[in-house]
């Protein structure tokens, strides 16, 4: 008995990526991370202090109730984007990682080439377009 061929798949149209490419995404990335870093910094510098309302001996709250829920809504607004940010700064670092490991640019679903044009849009990206595309297809709307 033969054992059973392995699926091939298409041949790729897109190259691995050129020392220089690699290097130039290290920097357009290692740039990133520093901006992101920095934005974190002064995310957190400004953020707003949520102070307690409590109420005084005679009933009466020691602070207008809209002033609070505004800063409150301002806090929760910029807990997101400082997660966003997190994030962002979090898929760079990784990206960074996979340079350093060999795998950059490399789709993980289907370990074709990603194309450079889809790099330079995202640097970050683990996908190569056509296996975004179908994780896309694949999520419930």
Known sequence: MRPAAKARRPASK?????????????????????????????????????????????????EDLVDVASETFEREKGIAIENSVNDLLHQVEEALGRIEDGTFGVCEVCDQPIHPD???????????????????QAIPR
């Open 14 to 62: 897109e190259r691995p990526l050129s020392r220089r490419e690699l290097g130039e995404f290290q920097r357009i990335l290692e740039a990133e991370r520093d901006r992101l870093t920095e934005e974190l910094e002064a995310i957190e510098e400004h953020q707003p202090e949520v102070e307690n309302v409590s109420v005084d001996a005679a009933g009466g709250y020691d």
């Open 118 to 136: 889809r790099l330079r849009a995202i640097p970050y990206a683990r996908l190569c377009i056509n296996c975004k595309e179908r994780e896309e």
